[in-house]
Each structure stands twice: as C-alpha cells, then as structure tokens.
C-alpha cells in the first residue's frame, strides 16, 4: 500500500496547455501540501490544505489551482504552462495537529514543458 | 523568519570513511529540525528528527544528528558510508505553530568505491 502516491509520475507537454497533477493519501491526515522542486533541486513549497481548506499560497501564479475534493486527495491543476514550470511536484501529508508535523512525501511528478 | 543553510551542495567520501552533511538552522523560537534523503528519481523520506529532549538523534541506516542550540546547527552523520547511501540530503526545519517546512538547498552525497 503506497501511503502517498501521485499520478502520472511523468508528464510532458506544449507550452499553454492545461495539465492536472493528482495526488492521493491512505495515512489519515488532515493536511496535504504541493511542493516544487526546480532543476537545483531546491524545494519549495506552494499550498497547504487542511480539511479541504486552503492555509498557505506561497505566491504562486494563479495559473496554478489546487483544488481538494477530500481530506485524501490534493490535485494540482495548470494552466497555461511555461517553460519555467518545468519541474518536480511533490505531493506531502502531515498532520496539522500533530507535535511535529514532520511530512510524508509522494514518488514526485516530473513535469517538462516543450 | 525561519531558515536554514547548509553547507556544501556536494559532498564526496569514500566507502567506510565518516559522512559529515552541515546544517545551520535559524529561528527566533525553538525549532523543530528534521533530515530527509532523495534516492534519485524517488520523493523525500524522513531519516530523523529533533523535537525536544535529547539532542543526539537516531534515525534510519545508521545516521544519527546532533542538536547544537549554542551553535545553531544540527549536523547529519554517519560513521562508516555505504555506496547505498550516495544521494540527495535535505535539512528543514519547523517552528511550533507554523504549518510549513522551510528546506534547506540540499547536499549531493557522492560515495567513492
């Protein structure tokens, strides 16, 4: 059983199409979170959701919309996609009540933009 | 603000040699520390954490880290390398009450036969 797993692990696409990232958890937590990770492997964060509700926008283009239709899933869509979008998402889950809140990371999304 | 530097982007040591990966953390509370390793082409997996307590800390395949208030930092170590442990290594960082982890640019651990 994956705990976090995202889909598709690979996505290649046009400039200015529209792409959706999907992310999905079995680990019982409230909070989910998208990260970027650019081509130095610098890792960013871009969202949190708590119960289905927004927390944190890290100043993100509002061409990116994520949308949580449950505690279990976290989707990423994109739109209008540029070259500098050209990255690894990563899906993470915690636990906003939790004493730590150490995360829990799925396998990535590598997303290239032609 | 919270922050986090570590020091060196590339490490390289041979097999059975110590592995030394730096971190230097910064906050104006106490912080909650935590090391993570990327093989290549896979997500982030937790090897240890410092809450509160004792500040040398066991994680997984044999790394341990120790938290230095004094110095602000919370350096990774592992006494002997294996060739298995040749990957990306991040520290990151969390202060209570704050939903994110502000990472740091990461360290690329070369091991050499």
């Known amino acids: 059983d994956t705990a976090v797993s995202q889909t598709p692990k690979y996505l290649v696409t046009q400039m200015g199409n529209d792409k959706s990232i999907k992310c999905e958890q079995n680990?019982?937590?409230?909070?989910m979170y998208w990260y970027k990770q650019d081509s130095k492997k610098f890792l960013k964060i871009m969202f949190s959701?708590?119960?289905?509700?927004?927390?944190i926008n890290e100043t993100v283009p509002n061409r990116f919309s994520p949308k949580s239709p449950d505690k279990a899933h976290l989707n990423l869509h994109i739109n209008s996609l540029e070259l500098g979008d050209s990255a690894v998402y990563f899906c993470a889950t915690g636990l906003a009540g939790g004493r730590y809140n150490e995360q829990f990371f799925g396998p990535g999304t590598r997303l290239t933009v032609l | 603000a919270q922050s986090v530097t570590q020091l060196g982007s590339h490490v390289s040591v041979s097999e059975g040699a110590l592995v030394l990966l730096r971190c230097n953390y910064s906050?104006?509370?106490?912080?909650?520390l935590f090391w993570y390793v990327q093989y290549p082409n896979q997500g982030l997996q937790l090897l240890l954490k410092y809450t509160t307590g004792a500040t040398l800390v066991k994680g997984i395949n044999g790394f341990e880290a120790e938290f230095k208030k004094s110095e602000t930092s919370f350096h990774l170590t592992k006494p002997s390398a294996h060739m298995s442990d040749a990957a990306e290594y991040f520290c990151?960082?969390?202060?209570?009450?704050?939903?994110?982890?502000?990472f740091g640019q990461g360290t690329r651990l070369t091991i050499n036969p």
């Open positions: 959701y708590n119960n289905k509700e927004l927390i």
């Open positions: 906050s104006s509370v106490p912080p909650y």
């Open positions: 990151a960082v969390r202060v209570q009450g704050a939903q994110k982890l502000v």
């Open positions: 680990l019982g937590h409230d909070t």
